[in-house]
C-alpha cells in the first residue's frame, strides 16, 4: 500500500466552480502536511501547508482529519490557471533531512 | 522565486554514455535532494545531502552517485547510462530549520536510447 494516496483524476470542472480533492495517508505517526502543485511538465512548488485547525488562502482551503487520516483541499471559484496536478505530501514523525513523501497527485482541468 | 538550476534541461543520450546532472542553488540552502519522477507517478528520493562532504541514499535505489563538495552545487552522475534510466530528474533545497517546504530546480528530463 502506497503511503500516500490520491485519486488520480482528472477532474474537469467549469470555470467558477467549486472542486475538492481528498488525500489519504497511512503512517498515523505523520507529523505535518502540505499540498504542492505542478504543472505540465514542470517542478512542484508549494502551495500551502495544512494545519490541523484548517488554513484558507484565498480560494484554497486545506483541511486535515487525523482520526480518520486524509486530508483535503478545497478550490472555490475555480480559474483557467489552476489547471495543475496537486500533490498531497506528508513528512513522517522522524526525518531528519525533512523528509517528504509525496503523492503521486490528482490533476485538475478547468475550461472555460 | 526560488534560486535553484538545473541542466541539462533535456539530454538524449545512447546506451553506455557516463552523464552528470548539474544542480546549483544560490539561496544558501544546507540540505539538497535529488527526485526521480516517472510520467504521471510521485516523486521518489534517490539521493539527499544535510551539506558539504554529506550525502546519503534515499528511498528509491538508484545506480546513480551524487556528491556534494560545495554547498550550494549537488552533481548527479550516472556512470553508464541504461534506456531504465530514461525518466525526469528533480533536484531540490531546503533550509537547515523546521521548515519543511523544498524548492525544486526546473528538472533534467533524460532519454537513454
Known amino acids: 500500500r502506497k503511503e500516500v494516496e490520491q485519486d488520480p483524476g482528472p477532474f474537469n470542472v467549469p470555470e467558477g466552480a467549486t472542486v475538492a480533492f481528498n488525500c489519504t495517508y497511512s503512517?498515523?505517526?505523520?507529523?505535518?502536511f502540505f499540498w504542492y502543485r505542478q504543472d505540465c511538465r514542470k517542478e512542484p512548488k508549494l502551495l500551502m501547508s495544512?494545519?490541523?485547525s484548517g488554513n484558507e488562502d484565498g480560494r484554497f482551503t486545506a483541511q486535515l482529519n487525523r482520526a480518520s487520516q486524509y486530508i483535503s483541499l478545497l478550490i472555490r471559484d475555480s480559474k483557467l490557471s489552476d489547471s495543475a496536478t496537486y500533490l498531497c505530501?506528508?513528512?513522517?514523525?522522524?526525518?531528519?533531512?525533512?523528509?517528504?513523501?509525496f503523492g503521486a497527485g490528482t490533476r485538475l482541468a478547468v475550461h472555460p | 522565486e526560488a534560486d535553484i538550476y538545473q541542466t541539462p534541461r533535456y539530454l538524449v543520450i545512447g546506451t553506455g554514455k557516463k552523464i552528470t546532472l548539474e544542480c546549483s542553488q544560490t539561496?544558501?540552502?544546507?540540505?539538497m535532494y535529488w527526485y526521480q519522477q516517472d510520467p504521471g507517478m510521485e516523486l521518489h528520493l534517490i539521493h539527499y545531502s544535510y551539506g558539504v562532504n554529506s550525502t546519503e541514499k534515499g528511498d528509491l535505489s538508484s545506480e546513480s552517485t551524487v556528491s556534494r563538495i560545495r554547498t550550494e552545487h549537488f552533481p548527479l552522475t550516472l556512470e553508464s547510462a541504461r534506456p531504465s534510466h530514461t525518466s525526469q530528474y528533480l533536484c531540490?533545497?531546503?533550509?537547515?530549520?523546521?521548515?519543511?517546504?523544498?524548492?525544486f530546480g526546473p528538472g533534467t528530463r533524460l532519454t537513454v536510447t
Open positions: 505530501v506528508v513528512t513522517p514523525l522522524s526525518g531528519g533531512y525533512n523528509k517528504l513523501i
Open positions: 503512517n498515523s505517526a505523520s507529523q505535518s
Open positions: 495544512v494545519y490541523s
Open positions: 531540490a533545497s531546503s533550509d537547515l530549520g523546521e521548515s519543511y517546504e523544498q524548492y
Open positions: 539561496m544558501g540552502h544546507d540540505k
